[in-house]
């Protein structure tokens, strides 16, 4: 629009809600309750949220990075300590799942390399394919064949017989 252009033309269209000007002294009890609860409420609450925050900066806390302390295995434990039973019962499931974590993520190395070089993936990704046979059969002896609803006595168990297999096979080969 110009500068100079003529208000009488372009009229402002009067609003719907006329502006009441007050009167009165009193002043508006709204306005009364707003300020009362800002102070009362609102200030003591920011000022306190606000204190925690800070505290939280001082000391950072990551849960998602907790660690656990290495508790006894379960043949360390003393007979009827079924407190050190479940402890090793709870380390031997953290253990799994890392060992299980541990097998997926080289698998999917595996996969990424096998995606990157096409064709020659037999040349190219042999060490891959080397170090993921090797990580699955170290989960197999350990893990397999516990099912599941294996626990850290069954897997004790397992190891025990197949040390006992690998003595008696030891020796009969030197016999």
Same mark, same amino acid.
């Given at each position: 629009? %110009?500068? $100079?252009?003529?208000?009488?033309?372009?009229? =402002? %269209?009067? @609003?719907?809600?006329?502006?009441?000007?007050?009167? @009165?002294?009193?002043?508006? %009890? =709204? @306005?009364?309750?707003?300020?009362?609860?800002?102070? =009362?409420?609102?200030?003591?609450?920011?000022? +306190?949220?606000?204190?925690?925050?800070?505290?939280?900066?001082?000391?950072?806390?990551?849960?998602?990075?907790?660690?656990?302390? *290495?508790? %006894?295995?379960?043949?360390?434990?003393?007979?009827? $300590?079924? +407190?050190?039973?479940?402890?090793?019962?709870?380390?031997?499931r953290r253990d799994r799942m890392v060992d299980q974590?541990? =097998?997926?993520?080289? *698998?999917?190395? +595996?996969?990424? /390399?096998?995606? *990157?070089?096409?064709?020659?993936?037999?040349?190219? /990704?042999?060490?891959?394919?080397?170090?993921l046979a090797q990580v699955t059969k170290a989960y197999?002896?350990?893990?397999?064949?516990?099912?599941?609803?294996?626990?850290?006595?069954? /897997?004790?168990?397992?190891?025990?017989?197949?040390?006992?297999?690998?003595?008696?096979?030891?020796?009969?080969?030197?016999?």
């Amino acid at each position: 629009m %110009p500068e $100079d252009s003529d208000w009488e033309a372009y009229k =402002v %269209p009067p @609003t719907r809600t006329p502006v009441t000007e007050r009167t @009165t002294s009193v002043p508006n %009890p =709204v @306005t009364f309750f707003q300020a009362v609860f800002g102070y =009362v409420v609102e200030a003591p609450v920011t000022y +306190l949220r606000e204190w925690i925050e800070r505290q939280h900066a001082k000391n950072k806390f990551y849960y998602y990075h907790q660690k656990f302390r *290495r508790v %006894p295995d379960l043949s360390e434990c003393l007979e009827g $300590d079924y +407190l050190c039973f479940y402890e090793a019962e709870a380390q031997w499931r953290r253990d799994r799942m890392v060992d299980q974590e541990i =097998v997926e993520i080289v *698998r999917e190395r +595996l996969c990424a /390399c096998k995606q *990157r070089e096409g064709p020659n993936e037999f040349q190219n /990704c042999a060490k891959e394919m080397q170090l993921l046979a090797q990580v699955t059969k170290a989960y197999q002896d350990r893990y397999g064949d516990l099912g599941v609803h294996g626990n850290a006595r069954t /897997c004790l168990m397992k190891q025990k017989h197949r040390m006992m297999e690998e003595r008696k096979a030891q020796e009969n080969a030197s016999q």
